[in-house]
């Protein structure tokens, strides 16, 4: 009972900051930090499915948020005739080839294992041989592909399907991502999985940056089309904008706000779908059958769970929610940008929602992406509020007041230092700590 009335405190809290925001800067603001704090509390809910459900050290939470951008783009970008005819078919072979590649290695190193080290010459041998058949099919292809409107296009494109198709594509993207790392890594030890994680969420950034017959690269995708109605469209009605003088306000906010509020609608149904699943998985035997093996996996395998394959479900399962977040944050951006995936909004601020929302409590990883997200924007803006307070009373040219007023951009990490030793201090397991059943 205790624990309920926090929750329900803790989360009464949370929105009366997110009003205060509309209050004070404007519900165009407000519902814009909304929208993004579902999108974290989404992704901070799919890493409390890998850490607070089994204990996996999983650190690939921005490559397979990434995967899921990249859905976004394939399901919903138009697609480059031109492309397609200059080196689509080319692009199609290479990619089957390396499919090919990869079932036949995998077939040779089953059943040639009585071959003892032959088997790994002819392994070898296999994956050289799809390689270089893979490169000199996309080898030209691409070069090609690239050459075509390189300003404007330079890739294939998508299939042009609506975009909200691409949600579910992500989620399977980031899973089988996740089936191919926990294959490999899943058998080792806990550190092991961390390192593989993270170079595999590297190497998909890496990929998306360069590969620019399939993202663009560093060019981006812009224009992507969104599920909700554009601005432009509402304002442009007069019934529209007869309702925003009725309300009393004008088209263009009432038009922004009311986008806002389709994304949170849109945002929020994915969220309560997954914390309500993930609620039921928790509670059910085979919620209790991971959280054994987390608390000791000898002893759970000696009951005869295994505990390599709990482990390959659970990170399968909370990477596809992350890539479903990921592709949610593509849509509300309307853009696909590979280089905003950095390590510290995608890993470390992920971690830190987790861990101060509760490890192994969904509501608790649902609220830290809430405060985490909350504090990461709204630092900057209040902190240079205060500078600009303190230093009020200085000359203009003040050289301590202009430093002060440049470091205002770091108060975001300094909140996100003083927030994280506050409730390691004060509340260790967290604002919603685990409930043990």
């Given at each position: 009972?205790?624990?309920?009335?926090?929750?329900?405190?803790?989360?009464?809290?949370?929105?009366?900051?997110?009003?205060?925001?509309?209050?004070?800067?404007g519900?165009?603001?407000?519902?814009?930090?909304?929208?993004?704090?579902?999108?974290?509390?989404?992704?901070?809910?799919?890493?409390?499915?890998?850490?607070?459900?089994?204990?996996?050290?999983?650190?690939?939470?921005?490559?397979?948020?990434?995967?899921?951008?990249?859905?976004?783009?394939?399901?919903?970008?138009?697609?480059?005739?031109?492309?397609?005819?200059?080196?689509?078919?080319?692009?199609?072979?290479?990619?089957?080839?390396?499919?090919?590649?990869?079932?036949?290695?995998?077939?040779?190193?089953?059943?040639?294992a009585?071959?003892?080290?032959?088997?790994?010459?002819?392994?070898?041998?296999?994956?050289?041989?799809?390689?270089?058949?893979?490169?000199?099919?996309?080898?030209?292809?691409?070069?090609?592909?690239?050459?075509?409107?390189?300003?404007?296009?330079?890739?294939?494109g998508?299939?042009?399907l609506p975009?909200l198709?691409?949600?579910?594509?992500?989620?399977?993207?980031?899973?089988?991502?996740?089936w191919?790392?926990?294959?490999?890594?899943?058998?080792l030890?806990?550190d092991?999985?961390?390192?593989a994680?993270?170079?595999?969420?590297?190497?998909?950034?890496?990929?998306?940056?360069?590969?620019?017959?399939?993202?663009?690269?560093?060019?981006?995708?812009?224009?992507?089309?969104?599920?909700?109605?554009?601005?432009?469209?509402?304002i442009?009605?007069?019934?529209?904008?007869?309702?925003?003088?009725?309300?009393?306000?004008?088209?263009?906010?009432?038009?922004?706000?009311?986008?806002?509020?389709?994304?949170?609608?849109l945002?929020?149904?994915?969220?309560?779908?997954?914390?309500?699943?993930?609620?039921?998985?928790?509670?059910?035997?085979?919620?209790?059958?991971m959280?054994?093996?987390?608390?000791?996996?000898?002893?759970?395998?000696?009951?005869?769970?295994?505990?390599?394959?709990r482990?390959?479900?659970?990170?399968?399962l909370?990477?596809?929610v992350?890539g479903?977040?990921?592709?949610?944050?593509?849509?509300?951006?309307?853009?696909?940008?590979?280089?905003?995936?950095?390590?510290?909004?995608?890993?470390?601020?992920?971690?830190?929602?987790?861990?101060?929302?509760?490890?192994?409590?969904?509501?608790?990883?649902?609220?830290?992406g809430?405060?985490?997200?909350?504090f990461?924007?709204?630092?900057?803006?209040?902190?240079l509020?205060?500078?600009?307070?303190?230093?009020?009373?200085?000359?203009?040219?003040?050289p301590?007041?202009?430093?002060?007023?440049?470091?205002?951009?770091?108060?975001r990490?300094?909140?996100?230092?003083?927030?994280?030793?506050?409730?390691?201090?004060?509340?260790?397991?967290?604002?919603?700590?685990?409930?043990?059943?």
């Amino acid at each position: 009972m205790i624990q309920s009335q926090r929750t329900i405190m803790l989360f009464v809290g949370m929105a009366t900051l997110l009003a205060l925001v509309g209050f004070g800067q404007g519900w165009d603001v407000a519902l814009l930090l909304v929208d993004v704090c579902i999108i974290a509390a989404s992704m901070a809910l799919g890493v409390n499915i890998q850490w607070g459900y089994a204990g996996l050290f999983s650190i690939g939470s921005m490559g397979f948020a990434a995967l899921g951008g990249l859905a976004g783009v394939i399901i919903s970008a138009k697609p480059v005739p031109g492309a397609w005819q200059a080196g689509g078919l080319g692009v199609i072979g290479g990619l089957l080839s390396a499919l090919i590649t990869i079932v036949l290695g995998i077939f040779v190193w089953r059943r040639l294992a009585h071959l003892g080290r032959w088997r790994y010459w002819i392994t070898g041998v296999i994956v050289l041989a799809g390689f270089i058949i893979m490169r000199s099919l996309m080898g030209p292809a691409i070069t090609a592909i690239e050459k075509i409107d390189p300003a404007a296009a330079g890739y294939l494109g998508g299939m042009g399907l609506p975009i909200l198709l691409s949600w579910a594509v992500g989620g399977i993207f980031a899973a089988a991502a996740a089936w191919v790392v926990g294959k490999v890594s899943l058998g080792l030890r806990a550190d092991y999985l961390a390192i593989a994680t993270l170079g595999i969420s590297e190497i998909i950034i890496f990929i998306l940056k360069f590969e620019n017959w399939l993202t663009r690269g560093v060019k981006n995708v812009t224009g992507l089309p969104r599920p909700v109605p554009y601005e432009v469209d509402m304002i442009a009605s007069p019934a529209f904008q007869g309702f925003a003088t009725a309300i009393g306000t004008n088209a263009i906010a009432a038009a922004s706000i009311i986008v806002k509020l389709c994304y949170a609608g849109l945002f929020s149904a994915v969220l309560v779908l997954v914390l309500y699943l993930s609620e039921v998985a928790l509670r059910s035997p085979w919620g209790r059958m991971m959280r054994a093996i987390r608390d000791n996996e000898t002893a759970a395998a000696a009951m005869g769970k295994n505990v390599t394959a709990r482990h390959l479900q659970v990170f399968i399962l909370g990477s596809a929610v992350v890539g479903i977040a990921g592709a949610m944050l593509t849509t509300l951006d309307g853009q696909f940008t590979p280089t905003s995936y950095q390590p510290l909004r995608f890993t470390f601020l992920i971690w830190v929602m987790v861990i101060i929302g509760g490890s192994g409590n969904n509501l608790g990883a649902v609220l830290g992406g809430f405060v985490i997200w909350f504090f990461w924007i709204e630092a900057e803006p209040v902190g240079l509020w205060l500078i600009e307070l303190i230093t009020s009373g200085m000359a203009q040219n003040s050289p301590l007041r202009a430093h002060l007023l440049d470091s205002a951009a770091y108060m975001r990490l300094l909140t996100m230092g003083l927030l994280l030793l506050l409730v390691l201090r004060f509340a260790p397991r967290g604002l919603i700590p685990e409930v043990k059943r």
